[in-house]
């Protein structure tokens, strides 16, 4: 499941589109005073290219960014960092294969996930000795299911590897792990239509 709300990364131009009306956009950068900016203007870094019907296009630090009405988002200032680009399926979901622990793992992006959360047989793959972690009880579609919250060591995908992320593993095996918001807290994150972009800020 995917929101428009994210946390904002570290070091980076939050832009938040409060209004729009032909030609002009209202914009607010980093907290501060809403700004009316025509076509072509600029304010606090940031230029409006192009005004549409309920989205800003603009420049932040250099890149171009689409922005619709109420949504803020979040440009990194290191052009350098590792990104990931993932394209959704026919029902709209984000899927990747990365790893865990070295071990292959197949992930769905949900960000309704507080952790990043696995069965027990990728779990047991991983080297994960889940039952010395912190037993508690979760909500689920198929109702409630222990879990065991762990440390994982590595999460990869792509050229992205983050080390020591809290993650969860459930007592019955799951078709993917969920990579939950313990990663993606961890990046900037930018949806464009069918499109998600996650570039690691930390």
């Given at each position: 499941?995917?929101?428009?709300?994210?946390?904002?990364?570290?070091?980076?131009?939050?832009?938040?589109?409060?209004?729009?009306?032909?030609?002009?956009?209202?914009?607010?950068?980093?907290?501060g005073r809403p700004r009316t900016l025509s076509v072509g203007g600029s304010a606090d870094g940031v230029r409006l290219l192009a005004v549409e019907e309920s989205e800003a296009v603009v420049e932040v630090d250099g890149r171009r960014r689409r922005i619709r009405l109420g949504q803020q988002a979040y440009t990194a200032t290191d052009p350098g960092a590792a990104t990931i680009t993932l394209t959704a399926d026919s029902r709209g979901h984000f899927l990747a294969t990365g790893s865990i622990n070295g071990a292959t793992t197949r992930f769905l992006v949900d960000t309704g996930a507080t952790l990043v959360s696995l069965g027990a047989a990728d779990a047991r793959r991983a080297n994960?000795?889940?039952?010395?972690?912190?037993?508690?009880?979760?909500?689920?579609?198929?109702?409630?299911?222990?879990?065991?919250?762990?440390?994982?060591?590595?999460?990869?995908?792509?050229?992205?590897?983050?080390?020591?992320?809290?993650?969860a593993v459930h007592e019955q095996d799951m078709p993917f792990a969920l990579l939950g918001m313990s990663f993606l807290n961890r990046m900037e994150m930018r949806r464009d239509g069918p499109t998600l972009t996650l570039r690691q800020r930390f």
């Open positions: 499941m995917l929101s428009a709300s994210w946390l904002p990364p570290a070091g980076a131009t939050e832009v938040e589109v409060v209004g729009l009306s032909s030609g002009k956009a209202v914009l607010q950068v980093d907290g994960i000795r889940y039952e010395l972690g912190q037993p508690g009880a979760t909500q689920t579609a198929n109702g409630i299911v222990r879990v065991w919250r762990v440390r994982l060591r590595t999460v990869k995908i792509g050229e992205v590897t983050l080390h020591d992320v809290e993650g």
